[in-house]
């Protein structure tokens, strides 16, 4: 008996229980839309203008990129400069060179 009520009120829970977690739906675009996959290749100004948009900022970052390794690149260089000197005078002042 006690089983049987434990199977009936079970029952009752599901059936008001959701039958999905949850939904998802489709991103459906016609061709033409914004974002829509263009078939037959057709670039309208919209387009065009967009991609130079594209290309111009991403030739400005890798711009910025690069000058920031050349700056990099010029400090390193003038460390290793300066540790150069620095070994040279040690060196001449042990008398390890003959000058």
Same mark, same amino acid.
């Given at each position: 008996?006690?089983?049987?009520?434990?199977?009936?009120?079970?029952?009752?829970?599901?059936?008001?229980?959701?039958?999905?977690?949850?939904?998802?739906?489709?991103?459906?675009?016609? =061709?033409?839309? +914004?974002?829509?996959? $263009?078939?037959?290749?057709?670039?309208?100004?919209?387009? &065009?203008?967009? /991609?130079?948009? =594209?290309?111009? +900022?991403?030739?400005? $970052?890798?711009?910025?990129?690069?000058?920031?390794?050349? &700056?990099?690149? /010029?400090?390193?260089?003038?460390?290793?400069?300066?540790?150069?000197?620095?070994?040279?005078?040690?060196?001449?002042?042990?008398?390890?060179?003959?000058?």
């Amino acid at each position: 008996m006690y089983r049987q009520s434990i199977v009936k009120a079970s029952n009752g829970f599901t059936a008001y229980a959701p039958r999905r977690a949850f939904a998802t739906s489709l991103r459906v675009m016609s =061709e033409g839309d +914004t974002g829509s996959p $263009r078939l037959g290749g057709s670039n309208d100004a919209f387009v &065009k203008r967009e /991609k130079a948009n =594209e290309d111009y +900022t991403i030739k400005l $970052r890798e711009k910025e990129k690069l000058m920031d390794l050349k &700056k990099k690149l /010029k400090q390193q260089q003038e460390h290793l400069k300066q540790l150069s000197d620095h070994i040279d005078s040690i060196t001449r002042e042990q008398g390890g060179e003959h000058n």
